[in-house]
Every structure is written in C-alpha cells, then in structure tokens.
C-alpha cells in the first residue's frame, strides 16, 4: 500500500498546475474535450471497444506489477510495447480509416459560417427519386431481389470497379431491367451517382455487425457494410419477404413504404433551403 501512495505521489509531482488560466488554456481545455469525446464515441461504435477493455485489463496487471515489483513482467511490457502498438495499429486499421473518412467529410467551415453549398436541384433531381421509388415498389410486389446504392459526398468508384459499367440516366424501367431474374446484370449492387446509373453487378463489403439479425442475408448485410464504410444510402429488395429496407450510417431501417422512402432519399438529396420553401408552399396552395 505504502509503495502504492509512493507511485502516485510520483507522478502527481509530476503535474504541471499553473497558476493563472488564460484564454488559450479554456480554448484547449475545449479541443481537448472534444477529441476525447469523438474518440470515445468512435470507440463505442466499433469493435475496438472490445479491445479497448482487453488493453485495460492488461493495465490493471501492468499497475499490479509495478506495486509489488514483479521486475520480468515489466521487462517484458517495456520492450513489447512498440511491437503492441504497431499490432493494434495493423488489426485497426479498417476502424482507423473509416474514421479518418468521416473526419474529413465533415465541413467544419460551411456548419461554423452557416454557408450554404447546396444546389436548388440537390444530387439528383425530384424526377430521379420518383423514378427509385417507383422501381422499388414494383419490384418489391414481385418479389425481386435488389439492391441500389446512392452515392453522397465519398466516392464509390472503388465499387464501380467491381461491376459493370451502364451509366444510363435513371428510370424505372432501367433498374427493373437491372435486376430482372436470370440477367447478367441481376447479381450485385447497382450504384447511382446523381441521376444516372453508374455500374451493376458490384461488389460491396460485408457488415461484420452481431447486431443483424440471423434472418438477414448477403444482401442485407453488403447493404449494411457498404453505408458503415461510406456515407450512401442503400436500398433493399428482399427476395424472400418483398420488404423495402434502408441502410445508412450502419443502421438499418426495415418495412418501408413507398412514402417513407421518398422522405430518405429527400433527405440525402441536399437540396437549398429555398427550394425546399418552395415546394412545401407550392403543396399548400394547391
């Protein structure tokens, strides 16, 4: 216990407490808080919170260690400590991208001034959302199996890559076509960039979440992986069910209809204020 009072009087001498706060110190305190805030947010949302408490658990044995000095055991840390580092490195990098990823997509200037970047269309037009949604509850009465991603701010082309190229503006007719059984361009996911459609047959990455549910298939988890490593919107035909599904941001919305469809897809097609003004005053007149 005695050796325990003398490690943590150690290090508190350690401390540096100044004596008078200035602006820039309230400043720090602020970026400092936020970072730690964004990194444990990020941390809940992944699988490094798994990790997280597998390194703090290894942290009570190394404390243990250094109180009743097991020499060995903190030989061994102080000379595996680079090597563990670079491995958690190595096993987090698909988290540490994704994360740099949604760290740069956000615009910190635009939210700070307020300016607004947005076209009076939006990424695609009021044309191109009926068109998918007309396209969905068609092939979901049917029964057939679809899945569409909607491209936003980061690019797919990796994923365009994968399938192949039609780029053809958007229809309903086009993307029944697309998935129609016993088709080359059936299998695998068609990406729409704007109003036109990119690629078919693509391959996405599956979610590795342990929250779907068993019942899920392949294509409601690549839908899933695809909006985890992304920021698209993904739409899901199940084949079994004929159920229309939404994945964005790795979570997943089941059972919509064609009304609540067409509030997701106006929701990511970033339209100017003015002209969502616009429209609702159009609506109430008529």
Same mark, same amino acid.
């Given at each position: 216990?005695? !050796? ?5 009087? =150690? ?54 260690? @250094? ?42 200037? /635009? ?7 947005? /076209? ?14 007309? @396209? ?36 309903? !007719? ?63 035909? /199940?084949?079994?069910?004929? =159920? ?8 997943? /919305? ?22 969502? =003004? =616009? ?8």
């Amino acid at each position: 216990m005695e !050796q325990l009072k003398f490690y943590v009087d =150690k290090y508190l001498s350690a401390l540096h407490i100044p004596s008078s706060i200035s602006w820039t110190d309230i400043v720090e305190i602020f970026i400092i808080s936020f970072l730690v805030y964004q990194i444990i947010v990020w941390i809940k949302n992944t699988k490094a919170w798994s990790l997280l408490k597998g390194m703090l658990v290894i942290m009570f044995f190394l404390l243990l260690a @250094a109180v009743f000095n097991m020499t060995t055991i903190l030989w061994i840390a102080n000379n595996g400590f680079g090597i563990a580092v670079t491995a958690i490195v190595v096993v987090m990098q698909p988290e540490l991208r994704r994360a740099l990823e949604q760290l740069g997509n956000k615009n910190f200037i /635009s939210s700070v001034l307020k300016i607004d970047t947005r /076209s009076a269309t939006g990424r695609f037009t009021d044309k191109t959302v009926n068109e998918i949604v007309k @396209a969905c509850v068609e092939m979901a009465r049917v029964r057939t199996g679809a899945l569409i991603v909607v491209e936003q701010t980061i690019s797919l082309a990796e994923y365009e890559r994968t399938g192949i190229e039609v780029d053809g503006l958007v229809s309903s !007719q086009l993307l029944i076509n697309i998935f129609e059984h016993n088709t080359p361009l059936h299998d695998g996911a068609a990406i729409i960039r704007g109003d036109r459609v990119t690629s078919a047959t693509c391959y996405l990455p599956l979610s590795d979440n342990r929250g779907l549910g068993k019942e899920l298939g392949t294509r409601h988890r690549a839908g899933v992986g695809i909006s985890e490593a992304t920021d698209s919107l993904t739409i899901i035909i /199940s084949e079994e069910t004929g =159920k229309i599904s939404v994945a964005y941001m790795g979570e997943l /919305s089941r059972g919509l209809d064609a009304d609540e469809l067409r509030v997701r897809l106006a929701q990511i097609q970033n339209k100017s204020e003015d002209d969502v =003004k =616009k429209r609702k005053l159009w609506k109430g007149r008529k």
